[in-house]
């Protein structure tokens, strides 16, 4: 008897779901809307996307494979569009850029990111449209990034010593862990203590911002956010992120005060902030706008660039031919000279085709950030509604045979001769996206991942652990919105005995 009572609220619960999404369904039916597999009630296409284990942006190109380029599913109550062309791709990130320039309004954004106001979550609008002037004008600038050229030189530099020192004891060493910790201190500026807790804090981050939570596919239902404790488990997180936030901004301003000149970007943002408070401007930002566009630059300026190089270091333990060939560039290049500093990288083209491949083999944001449709359109003669959220499979796309060969396999000289780049403009391969919401951080990201890989190559020779082969390397991949590797990496580095420099 108390067994019924108790399955009352939840029978009631379902069946009123299963209503409204008949109404939904109902709706829908005046709309030409793509294909895509069956939907069952209350999950629509959830069991298929958790279906075989897989990462979502695989699992998402076998259903691409099946249903088509332009492909509709219904998460939970959230209606999808996967857009797995790259034509397609030009339709929504191009053609159609104003129309699909929102972002779903994810519960990690509203709490964690207080209100959207970090750039990548907040909405279509004046705030986001100011927020991306300053990325333009002050934050991303080329300037900018050489401005943090000695950061990242001091830094890397303090890791190829650590490496050397494992190599010398001939040890194993946890190249992820080195690597994640090389680029919190370039991107956060500072050492040490927060790391750890970064490193968790940001492992929690990055599954909130999936999107795959029950609060986010079932948007409707407020209870969820409470009932499935994602509310309370965010609001944690908020706390620790102040935790880390405060002294930082603290110590900025107190820095300033005590006459510092250099200027990062947390300096960037507070200048800012003072001088349209001073000037009475209709446009500002608040402490808490500050500390979330910081938690974000921390986020994907740190995690983007350290899973990158993660994929370039594993792809080339497991093409030693690959690998032969970028030191042998490098060493040829340097000789004995060594390599004195960043300026010096910009000849060395296999460098730059080995981080492209990368970026096309291991895009870290395989499915983009999600965006959402402003007003209903048509995309290759399909209606999408109005608030349909857009994925787009960047993976699917970097490694369709339709315009690649051989697409699996890892092989920088493909683009050898050719005018493909990944700055947004060749919808085969958009690592970074494309249009009004591209990513406005490639010249940093960039900038911070080839002068650790040209260090790493230069410097070292690299061996896999206990006798294993380039090809027992696993290359698995976690659940995730970025793509990092689900093992941590571990490899014994060589000193190369005649290498120089940094
Ligand atoms: C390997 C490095 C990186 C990769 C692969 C990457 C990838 C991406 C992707 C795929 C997007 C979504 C674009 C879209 O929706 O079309 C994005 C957005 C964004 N990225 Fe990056 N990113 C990288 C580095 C960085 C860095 C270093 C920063 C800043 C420090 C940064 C800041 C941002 C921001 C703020 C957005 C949101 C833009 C908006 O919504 O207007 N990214 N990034």
Not at 76 to 88: C, N
Not at 164 to 171: E, I, P, Q
Request: charged share 25%; net charge neutral; with cysteine.
């Amino acid at each position: 008897m108390e067994a019924t009572f108790w399955l009352l609220p939840i029978i009631s619960f379902l069946a009123s779901l299963f209503f409204m999404q008949k109404l939904l369904m109902k709706k829908s039916q005046k709309f030409q809307l793509p294909p895509g597999p069956p939907k069952l009630p209350v999950i629509g296409n959830l069991h298929q996307l958790a279906a075989k284990n897989m990462p979502p942006h695989r699992r998402l190109r076998e259903l691409a494979r099946v249903y088509g380029p332009i492909m509709h599913l219904r998460l939970g109550e959230v209606p999808t569009l996967v857009i797995s062309s790259a034509e397609a791709a030009k339709e929504v990130l191009k053609n159609h850029d104003i129309n699909f320039a929102n972002r779903p309004k994810l519960m990690v954004g509203k709490i964690l990111y207080y209100n959207f106001s970090d750039i990548g979550l907040s909405p279509y609008g004046e705030y986001w449209r100011q927020l991306r002037k300053i990325a333009a004008l002050e934050l991303f600038t080329v300037k900018r990034v050489q401005s943090f050229r000695h950061i990242r030189e001091e830094e890397v530099s303090k890791f190829i010593k650590s490496l050397a020192s494992a190599a010398a004891s001939g040890s194993v060493v946890n190249l992820s862990d080195k690597l994640f910790g090389l680029l919190f201190n370039i991107t956060s500026s500072r050492e040490g203590e927060d790391q750890d807790a970064f490193r968790v804090f940001l492992s929690n981050l990055l599954d909130a911002l999936a999107g795959f939570s029950m609060a986010d596919l079932y948007p409707s239902i407020k209870l969820l956010e409470s009932l499935s404790g994602f509310r309370k488990k965010l609001q944690e997180m908020i706390k620790e992120s102040d935790r880390m936030l405060d002294p930082i901004i603290e110590e900025h301003i107190f820095n300033k005060r005590q006459g510092k000149a250099e200027e990062d970007l947390v300096d960037v943002l507070l200048r800012f902030q003072k001088e349209n408070e001073s000037a009475n401007m209709s446009f500002s930002l608040t402490t808490n706008n500050i500390k979330s566009v910081i938690l974000e630059i921390f986020s994907a300026g740190s995690e983007t660039s350290f899973s990158t190089l993660e994929w370039a270091m594993s792809e080339l333990l497991r093409n030693p031919k690959v690998m032969e060939k970028a030191q042998a560039e490098l060493r040829d290049f340097f000789k004995e000279k060594g390599i004195t500093g960043e300026s010096s990288l910009n000849e060395l083209k296999y460098l730059k085709l080995v981080i492209k491949e990368t970026l096309r083999l291991h895009p870290v944001v395989p499915l983009l950030v999600p965006r959402e449709s402003i007003e209903h359109c048509q995309i290759h003669g399909y209606d999408v509604p109005s608030k349909t959220r857009i994925m787009v499979n960047a993976f699917a796309i970097a490694t369709d045979p339709q315009y690649w060969e051989e697409p699996e396999v890892f092989k920088p000289e493909r683009f050898e001769g050719s005018s493909i780049d990944y700055k947004g403009n060749n919808f085969e391969l958009i690592p970074f996206g494309s249009g009004r919401r591209m990513c406005p951080g490639i010249a940093l990201g960039v900038a911070n991942m080839e002068l650790p890989l040209a260090m790493m190559l230069y410097r070292f020779d690299w061996k896999l652990p206990a006798g294993m082969k380039p090809n027992d390397l696993d290359m698995d991949e976690p659940f995730g919105v970025t793509v990092r590797r689900k093992n941590t990496l571990r490899v014994i580095p060589i000193s190369y005995a005649s290498s120089f420099g940094i």
